[in-house]
């Protein structure tokens, strides 16, 4: 067992870049039990398999607490016990309350606030989708930008963070 | 106050990653007044709230300069004053470059002369837009090549080069 | 010359981030001849100009084998004769692959195997195409899918492993 992660860490990675594995492997370097919160939604079949996947990998050592939407909360009832905690992930997060048309400002500030609160050990998983071509239509503009800034807020108050390109670690801080 | 920048500095970023006010706090390391060179032009809404935005985040010390398209000449006028430059951001001057027509092959070469004949400190802001899938236009292919290019070229000549991602630099030399 | 690449590298990186030249670069640090191994084909006329500035850019003392789809037969003709060998790149290959109706996974496989069996050294080049924002089309989201998964496992298996940008390399592993 490997040296347990510290209060808050941030995992950001592209797509398909081993980000949720990796982010996996530092909360299983903690004694078990550990907390999966999911914030995906099955909305069709391809992402019905993608989290049967992950799923899958998981054994009777994670409980999985599902929150779509009320993330915040889902992290004052589990952050602070001792136990740790994986997020996976804020893309899909920050697309549900987007779609449920919530005001992504307050909400963003409620999630902000939480982690900054957790005792931890939390390890938050999230896309970076900034380094493409800029976007054709103004809503995936739009979710971008939220991201964007949604990810330098974990990341500036997270105690380590990393950039995962092809199941390997860049050291953010 | 943190030690000055280099002679020329590229900061490499994606959208959103807080790549301006990462090359900003490299610029205000130095003695005031800073200039700033503004390649942004507002042809919408969107583009004006942004650069209203970045215009709100800089106090009395900054003078801005305009500099769309000859850029070249905007560096070579103020680039060697003993005072810190910020260029923000090639990526929008190479759009306009391109919609205006403008032979790329020669305003890059211009662009990169001037650059390397600076006194600096200059610290250059550019996008990193290649690392998506393939756009489905041509234009949109022709400008991320373009955008490489010009990117790798700026590096070459720097003394320093960062890719920024979430607000945090990785360190390209 | 420099110190020779070790037994298998994977230079990962953007479109037009000078990924293929720092490949070349490391190759050229063994003695020669090198072989250069070609996933390209000419589908159209942009295709054959890109391949064109790439061929013209090696000179007498490179072997160009062609292996659009059959890589893992090159690999192991030529990946173990004490030569070092480029293959540029996999995701041209996957793209062929993909195009051709082959099964993936059976494909990978063979391609992971036989570039665990080289000697080398090896330099792999491909592209990293997670990092924007999720595709239209679901073709391309398949795409992105396969080349994620496939850049994890030529990573896992790769003694040295780096992400280029601007032509600079971060180190990856």
Redesign the interface.
């Known amino acids: 067992m490997n040296v347990p992660p510290p209060r808050l860490t941030?995992v950001?990675?592209?797509?398909?870049?081993?980000k949720s594995r990796y982010a996996e492997n530092l909360v299983m370097d903690c004694a078990p039990p550990w907390v999966y919160v999911a914030t995906a939604e099955a909305h069709d079949s391809?992402m019905a398999a993608r989290i049967a996947a992950h799923r899958n990998r998981r054994d009777g050592r994670w409980r999985t607490v599902e929150a779509p939407l009320d993330l915040a909360s889902a992290i004052a009832a589990h952050g602070s016990k001792g136990q740790a905690v994986l997020i996976d992930c804020l893309t899909l997060w920050l697309s549900n309350v987007m779609l449920d048309g919530r005001d992504l400002i307050a909400e963003q500030q409620r999630l902000i606030t939480a982690l900054g609160n957790a005792d931890g050990p939390v390890v938050v998983v999230s896309n970076?989708?900034?380094?493409?071509?800029?976007?054709d239509n103004?809503l995936?503009?739009e979710?971008?930008?939220a991201?964007?800034?949604l990810?330098?807020q974990?990341?500036?108050i997270a105690d380590r963070?990393v950039?995962i390109?092809?199941?390997?670690?860049?050291i953010?801080?």
Chains 1, 2, 3 share one sequence.
């Open positions: 941030f950001l990675g592209g797509a398909r870049s081993g391809e970076e989708v900034g380094f493409g071509i800029v976007p103004a995936a503009r979710f971008r930008d991201q964007g800034r990810n330098m974990v990341a500036a963070a950039l390109a092809a199941g390997l670690p860049l953010l801080k």
